[in-house]
């Protein structure tokens, strides 16, 4: 008798729930041929970066009902998936920094903008919270999608002001066998008693190890958008080195390289560009840039550039002063080789993993013949190269990080190959290596897309390396 009570009553909030958005929509609809700014682009108001049916460049509506369906199957029955946007992050007390949408929440509804939250159920279909506006947001800063949007433009099935989402998540919560969320951007919702509920009752699980899934493995139309951006960073890379032979300050290397991205098409940099000179080379995440490189010492670039949500990410290391030194050559041969063997590995079937073991054992052998490695003591090996082989690239730059790295590598994946070797001028965990090579970061970092038959390498413009001369 309870239970049949209790499920009248989910019938009648589904009832409810779907009559007043039926209502809702029926008051805000409007023709997709009137929208002229939504925010963000769409084929009316920029045809040359959309073609009719493209939610965002490249990317067909098709293809995100798609990603919604695939999504919704390989979830279990009955489960509530929440994908909250990014959180905007201000810049002053009233000028924000520019937005980068969480890949997730673009992945799924095409839209770049700050403050929605996507919800996604086989009972709802995808419903979109869109945030409250008003005509003085709009003065300040620009017109926003709103429900109307969300309806026309993003082709949700169900679509409410944002001021209208704890009554009906709260519903939606308490009917759902299981919720699924990103953690990285849960703030907007977390505080409703029923998400609170469900998480003491342990209804509540991470999202992101499905999500990651879906977006591992590249459709034709990313790895379309994937290969521009990949080209566009290759030949500002090229722009940048030469000018490396007359420019020899970090910083102007570092706003040449973003230049040149932007001049050809990238919306931004992937990431804060790491241009190390000399020993700065050697810290893996160097991000001052504010040095000087002498003449005589090598210089590492990071780089990679964002078009349409799509990343890049490629590394060069060469000598401004254009001749290698004959310790420079020695290490990047080595590191050049193991780039080379590593690449050859790319293919379906072989892990991450496997290629990462396979370049330790190529670096290993090669520090101890250089005498910078003592035989018998691989385990100072970390000292010397404490990272990963490569990783996922797509619309984060370390992509479908919750999937295992003994996943065998498909047709479609796009990763990184980038073995490489840091030594500091002064001894700080590897007190062996020789003079000669002290204050030296080298590394050479490919893109690479695995093909049916075996691998494309995304950087074509660089793929030759720098012409190594030694004085």
Known sequence: ????????????????????????????????????????????????????????????NEEYISRRKKLLEVLPEKSLAIIASADQQMMTDVVPY?????????YITGCTQ???VAVLSEETGLCMFMPDTNKE???????????????????????FPLSQMQKILTELIERSKGVYHNVKTASSYKNLDAFRRASLNNKVKDLTNYTDELRWVKSKSEIKLMRESASIVSQSLLQTMLLSRTHREESQLAAKIEYECKMRGAQRMAFHPVVGGGANGSIIHYSRNDRKIKTGD??????????????SDLTRTWPPCGRFSPAQE????LILETNKECIKLCKPGTSINEIHN????????????????????SIQYNYLNPTAIGHSLGMDIHDS??????????????????????????????????????????????????????????????????IRTTQ
């Open 1 to 60: 008798m309870a239970m049949a009570a209790r499920l009248l009553r989910s019938t009648e909030v589904a009832s409810r729930f779907l009559s007043a958005s039926h209502g809702l929509v029926q008051r805000a609809a409007y023709t997709a041929g009137g929208i002229v700014d939504v925010g963000q682009p769409t084929p009316q108001s920029h045809p040359e970066l959309l073609a009719d049916g493209e939610i965002t460049p490249g990317i067909r």
């Open 98 to 106: 520019p937005f980068r949408q969480n890949g997730d929440y673009l």
């Open 114 to 116: 700050p403050g929605g």
């Open 137 to 159: 947001d709009v003065v300040w800063q620009g017109q926003t999608a709103g429900v109307e949007a969300a309806m026309d433009f993003f082709k949700a099935d169900k679509a």
């Open 298 to 311: 090598l210089l590492l670039m990071d780089v990679g550039c964002e078009y349409h949500g799509y990343l």
């Open 330 to 333: 020695e290490l990047y041969s």
């Open 358 to 377: 396979h370049s330790v054992k190529l670096l290993i052998k090669g520090f101890q013949e250089l005498g910078i490695l003592e035989k018998g003591k």
């Open 401 to 466: 990080m919750t999937l295992p790295k003994d996943k065998p590598l498909e047709p479609g994946v796009v990763i990184t190959i980038e073995p490489g070797v840091y030594i500091p001028a002064a001894p700080v965990l590897n007190e062996r290596a020789p003079a000669r090579y002290r204050g030296m970061g080298i590394r050479i970092e490919d893109e690479v897309l695995v093909t049916d038959d075996g691998h494309e390498v995304r950087t074509p413009v660089l793929s030759t390396h720098y």
